[in-house]
């Protein structure tokens, strides 16, 4: 196998302690399924690399996580494809925007329940829809195309596309910010997706009200001088 730098090396560990936190997390806070599916890929900065590291599940709770690291050209340069949650699969999504830092691969209860549904998600939490002008989650039905061309695909409509359900799977979520912010999109996404499907014996979730946009979207710095957003489309 080629011998990867010293600095990639250290990014290497830098991303296995990141991993261990956001699995630890995702998983205290009940936002990973129970049979545990969710992996991260992260890009190496500054290289043609990516490291991928999967969660080993809940019957392994102490083992060692231990990432993989592939080159653009799909060559395996450290690790084990098996442990590392096959995240090669999405090196498509990396080659095609560089300002994409991680992706992530995850079985949540409730965005699991939207997808089977086979409905896309749309965005009435507000801490959801608090950083992205997006308003709903597309669906990815047809697997006789690849996932990593249906995403790219989401992308070329709107750069601002950050997530997809996978029919009758999990979802599949991407940043710009580094693995520890994705994971915290993830356990988001998944909170909104839960008080949305609660929300659905009561009538269902509504629109936001009147301002609800313009006070999130300034909050996260969104908002523009120029934005007018009639009530009704709020």
Known sequence: MTQLSGKTLAFVEEVKRDAAIAFKGLRDTGTISPSGT?????????????VSVGYPGPFAPDAELKPAVYD???NLLLGEAKSAGGGSRYLPVFKAHDDVTTVSHIH????????QSHRTLPLRYVPAQRWTRIKEIPIYID???GEAKFINERLEEDNGHFAIL??????????????LALANT???LEE????????ESLGGSKQFGP????????MSGLWQDSDAIPAAAE
Do not use: C, H
């Open 108 to 115: 949540t209860v409730y965005l699991g329940a939207w997808a």
């Open 38 to 50: 969710v992996n991260f890929v992260e890009r190496v900065p500054g290289e043609n690399l990516i």
């Open 72 to 74: 653009f050209d799909n």
């Open 166 to 179: 996978e029919a009758n799977g999990g979802s599949t979520v991407w940043g710009r910010n580094g693995l």
């Open 192 to 199: 909104g997706a839960r008080f949305q499907l609660l929300a």
């Open 211 to 218: 301002g609800v946009l313009e006070q999130q979207w300034k």
């Open 186 to 188: 993830a356990l988001i």
């Open 143 to 145: 697997r006789r195309q």
